[in-house]
Structure formats: C-alpha cells, structure tokens
C-alpha cells in the first residue's frame, strides 16, 4: 500500500440518498416541547417582544423577573450584532438570518405565555454532507438558567437527526466560556480551535468547534432527556 492509497469509508446508498431529500435552506418547521415553542421567525409579530426581552429593561416572565441588566455583556458580546437600541436594529440583524439561504431561523417562545424569549438558527446547511450547525443562539436575560435553552437544542437535535443528518455542529467564540461549558453540558464532543476564523465588532475571534454525530445521539438525546428530567 502506497502512502496515498486511502480512502475513505463508502457510505450506503441509503445514507447518501438523504442528501437527495434535504432542502439547501432548511424547511419551516414548529418544534414543540414542555418549556419551550420553536416556530420560523415573523419578524412583523416577533421583533417588538424580542427587542423588548433584549434591550437590558427590567423583564418578566411568570413568576420570574430580572432588573436592568448590562445586556451587551449578559446576551451581545460574543454574538456578531447588538446590543440594538431600537426594535428596528434587531429586525435588521435578524433579517439576515431568516433570510439565510442556508439557514432557518426560530424563534424561542415559552410554552406557558406564547413570548419569545430568544432566537437559535439551523445555519450553515449542507445537506450535500448531510450536517447542519445550531448557532446564532441568544435567550433574553430572564429566560437564561431556566432549561430554555436546554430543551431547545434537545428539539433541534432530535428533528435534524430523524431527516438523516450525520453531524450537527456548534461553534462559539473560544472566549465565551458559558458557551463552551453549555456545549460541554448537553453532550457535545470538542473538537479543537480555529484560530484567526473571523473579525467581529473590530475584534478577532478565535473559534471553539463541537459536535454529535449520528452515531452517538443515542446516548446524548438520553442524557438530555435525563437532565430536563432533573431540572
């Protein structure tokens, strides 16, 4: 065997056949659970809550309240926008994202009240390799450490991997350390750094890369389930 003669694993023709069946930009999907609703963006009906959720203004949602709160630094720093002083700039930005033409954008609303109380994104689609990345992901501050967040990407995860991805990715920037361990938390594996991968607001950013792979949902969707269970 000559230094370059391998190759990689053949994939079945039913694996590859899937790739035939995903759309470039994720279809509109509604992803129901017991704390949370995820539905495609509107911006007409959605940006006004969302900014109002958003802006660093005292908030409440059930029984839950927060008081003024430093939004770039609790919900905006690592994220390429915001903070946003007005619903219009949020609509701009979001804009963006639900215009994607490989991404789908959702908003989070909670179960109980129908508010949105974030937004997460399947972007950069590919179905041609069957993987998908949940990113773009920002929770109002009175909706953070509630199982909001948690729930969410256990919805997302389930419905990519029953349409036959093989890996769904998270990225963070490396300095957001909440990011990493909630990755970390819910079952993804890291993978390494992408140094030098973008400039954002003026500044670099270094990027941490995660993932699960089909192989080992299983286990991952029952250990998210596990800890909703417990929280």
């Given at each position: 065997m000559t230094e370059n003669s391998a190759v990689g694993e053949s994939l079945d023709r039913q694996v590859l056949a899937r790739r035939e069946r995903l759309p470039v930009k994720p279809a509109p999907v509604t992803l129901t659970g017991r704390l949370v609703v995820l539905r495609p963006l509107d911006l007409e009906r959605d940006i006004e809550p969302l900014h109002a959720i958003s802006d660093g203004t005292p908030a409440m949602l059930g029984e839950r309240s927060t008081a003024a709160y430093d939004a770039e630094a609790l919900i905006w720093?690592?994220?390429p926008g915001g903070p946003f002083a007005t619903a219009a700039g949020l609509g701009d930005y979001l804009r963006r994202q639900a215009e994607a033409p490989n991404g789908r954008c959702l908003c989070v609303t909670d179960a109980g009240s129908g508010r949105p109380i974030g937004i997460t994104n399947y972007m950069n689609n590919s179905p041609a390799d069957l993987k998908?990345?949940?990113g773009g992901?920002?929770?109002g501050r009175v909706a953070q450490a509630t199982g909001a967040n948690l729930e969410a990407t256990l919805l997302m995860l389930r419905h990519a991997f029953s349409l036959g991805y093989r890996r769904l990715e998270w990225k963070c920037d490396a300095l957001n350390l909440r990011s990493r361990r909630a990755a970390l938390r819910?079952?993804?594996l890291y993978e390494g750094?992408?140094?030098y991968h973008f400039i954002v607001k003026g500044r670099n950013r270094d990027t941490?890369?995660?993932r699960i792979l089909d192989r080992e949902w299983p286990a991952v969707e029952e250990h998210l389930a596990g800890m909703l269970r417990s929280g």
């Amino acid at each position: 065997m000559t230094e370059n003669s391998a190759v990689g694993e053949s994939l079945d023709r039913q694996v590859l056949a899937r790739r035939e069946r995903l759309p470039v930009k994720p279809a509109p999907v509604t992803l129901t659970g017991r704390l949370v609703v995820l539905r495609p963006l509107d911006l007409e009906r959605d940006i006004e809550p969302l900014h109002a959720i958003s802006d660093g203004t005292p908030a409440m949602l059930g029984e839950r309240s927060t008081a003024a709160y430093d939004a770039e630094a609790l919900i905006w720093r690592y994220l390429p926008g915001g903070p946003f002083a007005t619903a219009a700039g949020l609509g701009d930005y979001l804009r963006r994202q639900a215009e994607a033409p490989n991404g789908r954008c959702l908003c989070v609303t909670d179960a109980g009240s129908g508010r949105p109380i974030g937004i997460t994104n399947y972007m950069n689609n590919s179905p041609a390799d069957l993987k998908v990345e949940l990113g773009g992901i920002w929770y109002g501050r009175v909706a953070q450490a509630t199982g909001a967040n948690l729930e969410a990407t256990l919805l997302m995860l389930r419905h990519a991997f029953s349409l036959g991805y093989r890996r769904l990715e998270w990225k963070c920037d490396a300095l957001n350390l909440r990011s990493r361990r909630a990755a970390l938390r819910m079952g993804f594996l890291y993978e390494g750094q992408q140094q030098y991968h973008f400039i954002v607001k003026g500044r670099n950013r270094d990027t941490d890369w995660f993932r699960i792979l089909d192989r080992e949902w299983p286990a991952v969707e029952e250990h998210l389930a596990g800890m909703l269970r417990s929280g």
